[in-house]
């Protein structure tokens, strides 16, 4: 069995119980060599036959799946997003890919609230005053108390609701698939998309990217939001127009941003960075060595369990597209 794995927080941790689970397994483990999520120039000639493959945010397009070798069986994404695999074209080859629901919600969550609290009192801003010397004297806005929208309610929109409750916030949800027992029983009030974007006073954004989702935060959705709103994003750079949302901050329109996903990664000079109220951080939401862990394990054993045969692997995404 060769295996190829390329998320660079494995590649850089080989006393990881994952790691060492795979190469006790494997016959040759191959690590990502350049230290940044792949494009299809430099995957391509990795899975050279390669039987397992765990990603990281790699590009595996269709043309990716096209040249892949016939010994290829799983795609195993180091992660819950699966948004840069073709996954319809994974499954008309008979590849299985995979993904690890829930195993970085709270360390997202927790990246989520921790942005939402330093755009608010301007925590990056000041600390960066007081470092050159200064001392100014400048008014942020409290969270306790106001209203938070949650565009998505899976597992780390539910993580996010339960930590914004801490602050006794009004919490407004708003997700397709609507888990309405857990809303009951933490006072969270289902909304339509326009009134969750209409009413609250932050929105937190914890949405895959879809051909529905893709740029869900316009010109016309940031038009409808309370002036002052504060965008915290953790999930996908794609949910939001990165045009629009300028234009937002410009005008004072948006309040503030606390942006750990970006359209393009990285960013590089983003014009979003003129903003002294916007805060970026590089992707980070899941890098907690909590969430690497339970990732690396989940990934590592959904290959492991689909190379040896077994055929109860919950976490597969692509089944649909298996052809029998």
Same mark, same amino acid.
Request: charge should be negative; proline fraction near 4%.
């Given at each position: ?22 190469? !006790? ?26 039987? #397992?493959?765990?990603? #990281?945010? !790699? ?6 799946? @096209?040249?892949?070798? !016939? ?14 695999? !073709? ?57 306790? @108390? ?72 316009? &010109? ?47 960013? #590089? ?20 060595? &909590?969430?690497?862990? @339970? ?14 045969? @077994? ?14």
């Amino acid at each position: 069995m060769k295996i190829l794995v390329t998320p660079t927080s494995l590649g850089n941790n080989k006393n990881s119980e994952a790691v060492r689970l795979i190469e !006790d397994f494997a016959d040759e483990v191959v690590f990502n060599p350049y230290g940044h999520p792949l494009t299809e120039e430099e995957l391509i000639p990795l899975l050279d036959g390669v039987d #397992g493959y765990i990603a #990281g945010l !790699d590009y595996i397009t269709e043309n990716v799946i @096209k040249k892949a070798p !016939d010994s290829l069986k799983v795609i195993s994404r180091y992660g819950v997003g699966f948004e840069r695999v !073709d996954i319809r074209a994974a499954g008309e080859r008979g590849i299985l890919v995979t993904n690890t629901p829930g195993a970085n919600s709270e360390s997202v969550a927790d990246m989520a609230i921790g942005l939402m609290i330093a755009v608010a009192r301007k925590i990056t801003f000041l600390d960066s005053q007081v470092k050159t010397e200064k001392w100014p004297r400048t008014s942020g806005k409290e969270i306790f @108390k106001k209203t938070m929208g949650i565009l998505g309610l899976g597992a780390i929109g539910k993580a996010v609701a339960l930590r914004a409750r801490g602050f006794s916030m009004n919490i407004l949800a708003y997700d397709p698939y609507f888990d309405e027992n857990f809303a009951n029983e933490h006072n969270i009030r289902k909304c339509t998309l326009q009134e969750v974007i209409s009413q609250s006073d932050f929105i937190s954004l914890h949405l895959p990217i879809t051909e529905n989702t893709l740029n869900i935060i316009n &010109e016309n959705a940031i038009s409808r939001m309370k002036d002052g709103v504060i965008i915290i994003n953790t999930s996908r750079g794609g949910l939001i127009n990165e045009q629009a949302a300028y234009d937002g901050l410009k005008s004072g329109k948006i309040g503030g941003m606390g942006l750990d996903a970006f359209d393009k990664e990285p960013p #590089g000079i983003s014009p979003l960075f003129e903003f002294n109220n916007v805060i970026a951080t590089p992707h980070a939401g899941a890098h907690t060595g &909590e969430a690497v862990e @339970k990732m690396a394990l989940m990934s590592a054993q959904n290959v492991i369990d689909i190379l040896s045969g @077994k055929d109860d692997c919950r976490f597969i995404v692509n089944g649909c597209y298996i052809q029998k």
